[in-house]
């Protein structure tokens, strides 16, 4: 049971894309009023009251990849669930790494990256995504430890548009 359990964990592995954008605020300017204004509003524009920026498909499965690995290396689904909500083969796939660490193993992985992303349908929101995972090594007491090579995998994945952003509907190895 364990090693179809492994088995699967490994298979199912997808990527890590965690880019984060640096830079910081810039300085604040004192806020002093032009004399020559007719009208205090005047001179309000959008940037002063900012619209949230919608997350792009991309952007959103850099997310998901990146929650599926931290994931994996900590064994709390909470993150992946929380954007996976109605994806099966998500809750399968966090079922799988919630059996290695409540059986008192671990997982030793360095995380994954996706290499492409290509969108095959408009709607639902579909992309063919290459990922390429790290080596993984499940280490469970009393069973030798199971490791796996590096590996590039391609996958579909179905989103569903969620409030500025999106919910993985379902993904599958192609």
């Known amino acids: 049971?364990?090693?179809r359990r492994a088995l699967a964990l490994a298979s199912a592995?997808?990527?890590l894309a965690g880019c984060s954008g640096g830079g910081g605020d810039p300085e604040p300017t004192p806020d002093i009023p032009d004399p020559t204004?007719?009208?205090p509003t005047e001179d309000v524009t959008e940037?002063?009251?900012p619209e949230p920026e919608a997350e792009s498909p991309e952007d959103?499965?850099?997310r998901w990849q990146a929650a599926a690995d931290s994931m994996v290396v900590t064994g709390d689904a909470s993150t992946f669930l929380a954007i996976s909500k109605g994806c099966q083969a998500c809750r399968t796939y966090a079922q799988q790494v919630l059996d290695v660490y409540a059986d008192g193993g671990a997982v030793d992985f360095e995380g994954s990256e996706v290499l492409d992303m290509v969108?095959?349908?408009a709607e639902p929101p579909t992309y063919v995504v290459d990922v390429r995972a790290a080596r993984l090594r499940i280490v469970t007491p009393g069973e030798p430890d199971q490791t796996f090579p590096a590996a590039t995998?391609?996958?579909r994945m179905i989103l569903r548009a969620k409030a500025g952003s999106f919910i993985m509907?379902?993904?599958a190895v192609i």
């Open 1 to 3: 049971m364990h090693v």
């Open 13 to 15: 592995l997808l990527l």
């Open 37 to 39: 204004r007719s009208s």
């Open 47 to 49: 940037t002063e009251t």
């Open 60 to 62: 959103f499965i850099r």
């Open 119 to 121: 969108r095959d349908s």
């Open 153 to 155: 995998q391609r996958y």
């Open 169 to 171: 509907r379902n993904y």
